[in-house]
């Protein structure tokens, strides 16, 4: 009895590209579909109809993977689209991996039991090429998050002009000696936002102290360290990009505390323009991102999918970036 690796072997293609010809797969060129069936002809070689049943279910859910819901960015992002999901009839599972790989992957597994019938990425923390086997089981998208080895739908924002403008924003009101807050894993987002970061700077002909790269920042709470640690310094920096308004909002709460002026003794940009940017004290200049229109697209874009409209050679959906100045620069 012929297999599905007999199939591969003599079509010329990856029991990737098999499997998904049997499963009616959008992304599969005409050329390799027609010459899988054409193997599939010869070699006699038939499906296993039970497997083929329970690939066909659906469960009418889709699953949206973020680190943790408490972030306001994130959490705005889901209600927007458990919001739109509703509306056509779908439920909106939320996955919380709190920046923990194998509690992604145990996430991811829910597709092979066909418990959900597609993935939103809104975060990434394994590598891509542990995790693209996934979409031979059901349709997944990157939102927000992405990674550029990725033929699936994205939808993005370009990180690397947000943190390009925002940098250039502290050089032109005169600072030189700027400090950068960013995730531990250099992942497409945090590694393009670093790429502007350096542009500006090199633009500038400014120089980086090394101290002044501060990992793993995402809360509040790691905002206040980071004061704190930059206060310590004997070569202080008199301004600081944040990767997140959560984190910029720990620095400035910080700051009142310890009587440090903002941004007279140090200048606080962000990343996101969440509600709490206008609420501090000063109001905080950060880098818009428009938290509903990803939602909503992301979403759509779903569903597009789920309905066999989705296009692989137009998988690229980028939303505008823009900065929002405010007190704290």
Known sequence: ?????????????????VSRVLNDH???????????QKA????????????QRLRKQTTQTIAVLIPR??????????EVMENMAADHGLQLVVCQTMYDKQRELVYLDLVKTKQIDGV???????????????????????????????????VRLNQFEGAYIG????????????????????????ADRQRGFFQAL????????????FLETQL??????????????????????????????????????LHVKIPDELAVLGFDNQQIAALVNPGLTTIHQPIDQIGKLSIKVMIDLLHGEGNVDKHLKELPIYLVERSST
């Not at 790691?222 to 909002?249: I, Q, W, Y």
């Open 1 to 17: 009895m012929s297999t599905i690796e007999d199939v591969a072997k003599l079509a010329g293609v990856s029991k990737t590209t």
């Open 26 to 36: 959008p992304y599969v060129a005409e050329g390799k579909k027609a010459l899988v």
């Open 40 to 51: 599939m002809e010869e070699l006699l070689y038939v499906p296993n109809s039970t497997a």
């Open 69 to 78: 819901i408490s972030n306001p960015f994130f959490s705005k992002m889901v």
């Open 120 to 154: 939103i990425l809104a975060s990434l923390e394994n590598d891509w090429e542990d995790v693209k086997d996934y979409t031979n089981f059901a349709p997944i998208i990157f939102c927000n998050e992405y990674d550029d080895r990725a033929k699936v739908p994205t």
């Open 167 to 190: 940098t250039k924003h502290l050089i032109e009101k005169g600072y030189r000696k700027i400090a950068k807050c960013r995730g531990a894993n250099l992942t497409g987002l945090v």
């Open 202 to 213: 090199d633009e500038a002909g400014l120089s980086f102290d090394n101290d002044w790269m």
């Open 220 to 257: 509040v709470e790691d905002g206040r360290k980071v004061l704190r640690k930059m206060l310590s310094m004997k070569n202080r920096p008199d301004a600081v990009f944040t990767g997140s308004d959560e984190v910029a909002a720990g620095i400035i709460s910080e700051a009142a505390r």
